[in-house]
């Protein structure tokens, strides 16, 4: 209706200054605004999808290397790369290992030109930054080649890291399992896949036939500060049936078995602790059939099975706790 504002959407973004993962607003402009406050190489490779020229990097200035601070996008402000994650790739465009948070930044298939690539956004304002290749150094093995003149330095003493932990449980159909863990406050991000298996990077055509070993798995980041990994181990227990084997509901299979892969030893004994806690309780008749390992490379599905049933406007159908 006429007189009534679009409310800006609101994402969680880190904050590199605090350390925290905070709500922001989207940035949605006009391209007459954006014009307005980017220079005509900012505007052409932000917006119109450019690219500069390598070696050209006096459009933007980056740091000599032992200065401390971060990238942040040059249209919104949004933090994107610490500068100790840059290394020189001898490409001509800044480089990096990893972004200060997957949170800030957003990838996409980009098939123009004639070639396959995977493109990088800012997550706020859905600038154009660069593309992102699988031909890094170690320890990401990820080469993030960005435009320098995306980008603006600000110099900070002591910009913090994320520090949030994994998860990784698996309880049945993936998609109603992330549906459960991504409405915990404290959870930041989950994606769903594979773990577990024998086959490496497996389809989840693959895993279906039950002969590859691997279960339907979702993988969480959350903030120990605001839930804890014994909640995250109470939530588990309460949207599933861990006593029947490589079953839940109608789904059959070892790829739908109950299943905790611990991350580090303190987490190995919390869900040991956990579960013996639940097999005394006598909340379950029969035995408690769940495995306790540790954490398995993990593969992620395909982009249809993320975040399934949020994608689609339904309300998921299994996995809702128990009262």
């Not at 459009?59 to 610490?82: E, N, Q």
């Not at 509901?249 to 580090?264: L, M, N, W």
Request: net charge positive.
């Amino acid at each position: 209706m006429e007189g009534f504002a679009k409310k800006p959407e609101r994402i969680k973004i880190f904050n590199a200054l605090t350390g925290r993962v905070e709500e922001s607003e989207k940035v949605d402009k006009t391209d007459a605004e954006w014009k307005k406050i980017l220079t005509p190489e900012q505007y052409n490779v932000t917006r119109a999808k450019g690219t500069e020229k390598p070696f050209s990097g006096s459009l933007c200035s980056i740091p000599k290397k032992g200065k401390r601070g971060l990238f942040k996008c040059v249209a919104c402000g949004t933090d994107l790369f610490l500068v100790e994650k840059e290394f020189d790739s001898g490409t001509g465009w800044p480089s990096f290992l990893e972004p200060v948070s997957e949170l800030n930044i957003t990838t996409r298939a980009d098939d123009r030109f004639g070639m396959s690539r995977v493109e990088v956004l800012c997550a706020r304002c859905s600038a154009h930054l660069g593309h992102v290749f699988d031909d890094g150094p170690p320890p990401t093995g990820k080469r993030y080649c960005i435009n320098s003149v995306a980008l603006k330095f600000v110099e900070i003493e002591k910009p913090k890291k994320e520090k949030l932990e994994k998860a990784v449980f698996g309880a049945g159909c993936f998609w109603g399992v992330e549906a459960a863990f991504a409405q915990a406050k404290g959870v930041i991000r989950t994606r769903v896949g594979f773990a577990g298996g024998n086959l490496k990077s497996p389809s989840y055509k693959d895993v279906s036939t039950g002969k590859t070993g691997h279960a339907e798995v979702v993988e969480l980041e959350y903030d120990p500060n605001v839930i804890s990994y014994n909640k995250l181990l109470d939530l588990f227990w309460n949207i599933h049936d861990p006593t029947t084997l490589n079953r839940q509901g109608p789904d059959a299979g070892s790829q739908y078995r109950s299943v905790i892969f611990y991350q580090t030893p303190e987490q190995g004994e919390l869900a040991r602790l956990s579960k013996k806690r639940i097999e005394e309780s006598g909340k379950f008749k029969s035995p408690v059939v769940t495995q306790i390992i540790p954490g398995k490379e993990f593969y992620q599905a395909e982009d249809y099975h993320q975040r399934y049933y949020e994608k689609r406007g339904l309300k998921p159908t299994c996995h809702i706790p128990n009262a």
